[in-house]
């Protein structure tokens, strides 16, 4: 059963342009969520996050989106860089259940000069 | 060390045999991870730890999957009679206390002839 699932394996975009990454969850009782990037042979390293008190939070080139009737979240890189290249996983939890995080399979990101 | 360690980085192992993958946390990090990833696919949970609470062990694929964690820093993961389709990058990661944002280590990458 996933919980939290990534639908996109793949995305390709122009440099400069907005990279738009996409997620679904299917677990009401997530209350936080998170992005992560990584890079071949390197672990995952975290990006950026979001309660499921807000609807948006941003972090410089990075917005996250969150739309719980939905059960949907997304990642906006504007404008997006070659150097961001790479898997990007979301993750979810459930803080008050010790946080466990549970991963989506990932879209790897292409940014094309 | 200021991240999370993991060793060996690369294991080559022959099929039947014993395995152990060792996961040095960000000291002062409560919680640690196992999580894998096959070829062409997500992270799958293994196995969590917080504190001193009983591990959440959910995710171990079968009966030869166990996993340690001593005085609440370092774990060990032990595969026994390793099979073909053990074969994955084994990722650990670590987080401060009820803080869902995990710190990865760099993997260790198991291969099973």
């Known amino acids: 059963d996933q919980q939290v699932k990534q639908n996109s394996p793949s995305l390709s975009v122009q440099e400069g342009r907005i990279s738009i990454l996409n997620c679904d969850y299917t677990?009401?009782?997530?209350?936080?969520f998170l992005w992560y990037k990584k890079y071949p042979a390197e672990g995952p390293t975290f990006l950026i996050s979001?309660?499921?008190?807000?609807d948006k939070n941003e972090d410089g080139r990075f917005t996250v989106f969150l739309n719980k009737s939905a059960k949907h979240l997304s990642l906006h890189i504007v404008p997006s860089q070659p150097g961001d290249s790479a898997v990007y996983f979301c993750?979810?939890?459930?803080?008050?259940?010790?946080?466990?995080?549970?991963f989506g399979q990932g879209t790897e990101l292409s940014v094309k000069p | 060390g200021a991240g999370v360690s993991q060793s060996p980085s690369n294991k080559v192992t022959e099929k039947g045999k014993d395995v152990e993958l060792r996961c040095d946390p960000i000291?002062?990090?409560?919680?640690l991870y196992w999580y894998r990833q096959s070829l062409g696919q997500g992270l799958e949970f293994l196995i969590y730890?917080?504190?001193?609470?009983?591990?959440?062990k959910s995710g171990l694929p079968s009966d030869r999957f166990s996993a340690e964690r001593t005085g609440g820093s370092v774990s060990t993961l032990t595969i026994q009679r390793t099979q073909q389709e053990d074969s994955a990058v084994y990722l650990c990661?670590?987080?401060?206390?009820?803080?869902?944002?995990?710190?990865f280590g760099q993997g260790t990458r198991l291969t099973v002839v």
């Open positions: 993750a979810a939890s459930v803080r008050n259940q010790g946080g466990k995080l549970i």
């Open positions: 677990n009401s009782m997530f209350d936080y």
């Open positions: 000291s002062g990090h409560t919680a």
């Open positions: 979001i309660s499921s008190i807000k």
């Open positions: 730890f917080q504190g001193n609470s009983a591990p959440d």
């Open positions: 990661a670590s987080s401060l206390p009820y803080r869902p944002e995990a710190f």
